[in-house]
């Protein structure tokens, strides 16, 4: 689901496969050539399957989506992802079934962000429904939707919004997400903490944290909160 609405206009920060402008072109290259010095690998052996942290959407445009995901086979041990630049695959289709790709393309997950992807795809129609997934190291991510913002200027007929506060892991069990997965909303925002870095006793989970320092520190502990179903 998008998480917030932004007056940005979409750059381009992945290969596009679909139509694609001399500019797209040299920005693509450029943020290849810039990511790091490291080999690319389009299929690389990983430790297990690379997307255990899901993926998302956000800050819908009219035309444009953010799409996010970062690749994972250890995901509370520092990632788990070898020292290479990796090729990670995005499709954007008007239906569950892909039958019909409005956008896809290919971006690069670097080490120096953790095999982190952030895609700000353009090109889309306002105000409906897409759906989309990544693949890499040969496996296939989840498929994920989201909902474009309505054309600047109008009024939507409708706009069902959820949102999230603070939230601990070692504190409760938060199956009001399920819940909020399932109801036909257009928005979701966060508005509060999304982790914790100090050190906690559980209370519902009995394991506790610790305090977190670095910057794998924050890493897992992202990835901690992010494994919880």
């Known amino acids: 689901m998008p998480l917030a609405v932004s007056s940005r206009e979409p750059t381009f920060d992945s290969i596009l496969l679909e139509p694609m402008t001399r500019r797209d072109l040299l920005v693509s290259a450029f943020a290849l050539g810039a990511s790091n010095s490291l080999p690319l690998r389009a299929q690389p052996k990983l430790a297990g399957p690379p997307f255990t ?5 956000g800050e819908p445009l009219p035309d444009g989506i953010v799409l996010w995901t970062r690749l994972a086979p250890r995901p509370v041990d520092g990632g ?6 990796v090729e990670v695959k995005w499709t954007i289709a008007e239906d569950e079934a892909f039958s019909k790709v409005a956008r896809r393309g290919v971006a ?3 080490p120096s962000l953790g095999h982190s992807v952030h895609v700000e795809a353009g090109g889309l129609r306002p105000e409906r429904w897409y759906w989309y997934r990544f693949e890499a190291a040969g496996e296939q991510s989840a498929i994920g939707r989201f909902r474009t913002a309505p054309p600047r200027g109008e009024t939507p007929a409708r706009l069902r919004l959820a949102f999230a506060s603070c939230q601990q892991w070692t504190q409760g069990l938060w199956t009001a997400y399920r819940h909020m997965a399932e109801e036909d909303l257009d928005l979701v925002v966060h508005l509060g903490d999304y982790i914790y870095e100090q050190g906690y006793r559980g209370t519902v989970r009995p394991e506790g944290t610790a305090e977190i320092f670095t910057l794998t520190d924050y890493r897992n502990r992202h990835a901690l909160y992010k494994s919880d179903p």
């Open 53 to 57: 942290l899901g993926i998302a959407s």
């Open 80 to 85: 788990g992802m070898p020292n290479l630049n």
């Open 108 to 110: 690069v997950a670097a």
